[in-house]
């Protein structure tokens, strides 16, 4: 793995006059047209990356925990744990990126930084750690996992299929929704580098980064990336503004210009085209010399006239194997090549060759973020959207919670209710069955008298029937109490038949016919079943 992009290869990463812990920024690269077919089918499309982050976000959260113990002890996270967490939110941003409709461009599978991908993070190197703000970490993260809970609402639902409609329709998406999009990106980045103790800034910069009160048009940054630091002119290598007379590039230098009586600063000069103050030669070094034939900035070798800001300095000859100051690329034989780099060595031939045109770097020239009022519009209603969402989960989580416990309560409720029911009625019925076996004996096989006592065992079945049937019972108990139910009523029916023989023949008759020992035996197993199933249930 490629070490972690860090600030220094990013010099325009943060304007120099913020305080406070560096953030981790996300650079992405202006709306540009996509080919609708891969818009149809992003999600689609986007399926192995999502494979591989779900293992990837597992492995994750184990170099976190393990960072998480060296940075409560050490104040710092290790190399291993920012090169591979700082990898890994690369990758998921990237893809969440693609997914959100902001390049076309099909995201690398690598953990490395991709120079040429339009989405690019940039993580601070080396960055200490509050040993307090690390052991809290969980409690002090929850605001901001609050917003972007909220954020994730708003914008990855209605507005996302909105967004991807119009982008299938036209082949681009709008500006002001790719700069929404993009604040969200950033936001859910720098939370997720500061979960994974990646930087101690804590998740800002919603709606965008502020310009300088430096008299910069708006949507234009001054200097490398920024607007010129208070109090200070130009930057650097840059000059003043077009139509202020300064030569274009050069300038004077930041915050000087030069002193009365004297030339322009060392190192710089007036351009070609404006020529020195009068009287005054260029700083030495630079200009052309009166009479001299080379061009303008720096001299040429005598063979051929280099283009301005290369070449050999007047005066001197290029010491051997060089051909232009250091900092500087000698132009090739024909054009320029490569600014840093020389001829291919032999066997590569012209450069592109066998390999096609090389992709071009993404070096964002300003990693703020600055948005339209109509991009800081969308970021509100993402906001509001999501918290009617969020609140309206909230209240269905909430009735649904309330219904499945009064449910629950209600079923315990019932259930108790059954199942002391259950015992008094039967143990009513027990107590009168057991007056009526003494009955019987006590009738000495008269007909008349058993007859009766019969009529009373049906009364007493018809009662326990009644009962069961006026107790409510969970659902789950239903079955086996319908099933007691008619075990009961059958065992009265049969008993009102027995009361109604006249005989001893019809008597044994009606026994046979009824089965009533059978049916007896039924009631006894489905009683037991019932009272297992309110005691489980």
Not at 308 to 330: E, F, K, M, R
Request: net charge positive; hydrophobic share 40%; charged share 10%.
């Amino acid at each position: 793995m490629t070490s972690v992009p860090s600030y220094p290869a990013y010099p325009d990463a943060r304007p120099p006059q913020l305080i406070g812990p560096p953030p981790a920024e996300l650079a992405v690269a202006e709306a540009a047209r996509q080919g609708r077919v891969t818009v149809a089918f992003r999600s689609i499309l986007a399926i192995p990356h999502l494979f591989i982050l779900y293992f990837l976000q597992i492995a994750a959260g184990v170099v976190a925990f393990i960072g998480w113990w060296a940075a409560l002890f050490t104040g710092r996270l290790p190399e291993f744990a920012v090169s591979f967490l700082s990898g890994y939110l690369r990758w998921t941003m990237r893809v969440s990126a693609y997914m959100y409709l902001l390049t076309d461009e099909y995201p690398p599978f690598t953990l490395d930084d991709d120079p040429a991908y339009p989405v690019r993070l940039a993580v601070p190197a080396g960055q200490p750690l509050n040993r307090l703000a690390v052991f809290f970490r969980w409690i002090l993260v929850i605001p901001a996992n609050i917003v972007a809970a909220v954020l994730t609402l708003g914008a990855g639902t209605i507005v996302s299929f909105v967004a991807w409609l119009i982008t299938l329709i036209t082949g681009k998406l709008p500006t002001p929704l790719h700069l929404a999009f993009t604040a969200v990106l950033r936001y859910l980045t720098r939370l997720h580098c500061y979960w994974f103790m990646l930087t101690a800034a804590y998740p800002s910069g919603l709606f965008g980064d502020m310009l300088e009160a430096s008299g910069v048009a708006p949507g234009f940054a001054g200097g490398p990336g920024y607007g010129a630091a208070p109090g200070y002119g130009a930057a650097p290598g840059y000059g003043a503004a077009p139509g202020s007379g300064a030569a274009p590039g050069y300038g004077s230098g930041p915050g000087y210009g030069a002193a009365p009586g004297y030339g322009a600063a060392p190192g710089y000069g007036a351009a070609h085209e404006y020529g020195a103050p009068p009287g005054y030669p260029a700083g030495p070094g630079y200009g052309t010399p009166p009479g001299s034939p080379y061009a303008p900035g720096y001299g040429a070798a005598p063979q051929y006239p280099a283009a301005p800001g290369y070449g050999t300095p007047p005066g001197y000859d290029a010491p051997a194997g060089y051909d232009a100051p250091a900092g500087y690329s000698a132009p090739a034989d024909a054009g320029y090549g490569a600014p840093g780099y020389g001829t291919p060595g032999p066997g590569y031939g012209a450069p592109g060759s066998g390999y096609g045109a090389p992709r071009p770097v993404f070096q964002p020239a300003s990693w703020r973020l600055i948005l339209t009022q109509s991009a800081k519009r969308l970021v509100v209603f993402f906001v509001v959207l999501g918290s009617i969402f969020w609140v309206g989960y909230v209240a269905g989580y909430s009735i649904l919670v309330g219904t499945v416990v009064n449910n629950v309560a209600n079923s315990i409720n019932t259930r108790s209710i059954a199942i002391d029911e259950l015992n008094s009625s039967y143990s009513t019925l027990n107590t009168n069955l057991t007056q009526w076996q003494h009955t019987l004996s006590a009738c000495n096989k008269k007909l008349t008298c058993v007859t009766r006592a019969d009529g009373k065992a049906a009364t007493y079945f018809s009662t326990f029937a009644n009962e069961l049937q006026a107790t409510p019972m969970p659902p789950g108990a239903s079955a086996a109490a319908s099933r007691l139910y008619s075990d009961a009523t059958m065992a009265a029916r049969d008993f009102t038949k027995l009361s109604q023989a006249r005989t001893v023949a019809r008597y044994r008759s009606t026994i046979t016919s009824t089965h009533l020992q059978q049916a007896m035996n039924n009631f006894n197993a489905d009683y037991n079943t019932l009272g297992t199933t309110l005691t489980n249930s």
